[in-house]
Every structure is written in C-alpha cells, then in structure tokens.
C-alpha cells in the first residue's frame, strides 16, 4: 500500500517537474524574442537616424 502512494507521488513529482522545464523553456524563448525584437528595433532607430541626418 505504501509503496504504490511513493510510487504514485515521485510520478506526479516527475510530471510537475516537467512543467516546471516546459515553463522555463518558454521563459527562455520569451527572453530571446524579446531580445530579438530590441535588437531590431535598435537597428530600424540607428538607420533612421542614420536616413534623417
């Protein structure tokens, strides 16, 4: 009986943990689009600036 209440919690642990890694990926992705689209914005102001003097 006890064993198959571990069981049953490393396996909801396991399952948590892998939202917890899916979250952090999707943390990860935000931050790098993010970034990407500063970068960008960054450019298009450096060549506009660049155009307008």
């Given at each position: 009986?006890?064993?198959?209440?571990?069981?049953?919690?490393?396996?909801?642990?396991?399952?948590?943990?892998?939202?917890?890694?899916?979250?952090?990926?999707?943390?990860?992705?935000?931050?790098?689009?993010?970034?990407?689209?500063?970068r960008e914005e960054e450019r298009a102001r450096a060549?506009?600036?660049?155009?307008?003097?």
């Amino acid at each position: 009986m006890a064993r198959a209440k571990a069981r049953r919690l490393k396996g909801m642990k396991k399952e948590s943990d892998g939202i917890a890694l899916g979250d952090e990926r999707m943390k990860a992705e935000g931050r790098q689009e993010q970034e990407a689209a500063r970068r960008e914005e960054e450019r298009a102001r450096a060549l506009r600036g660049a155009s307008g003097h």
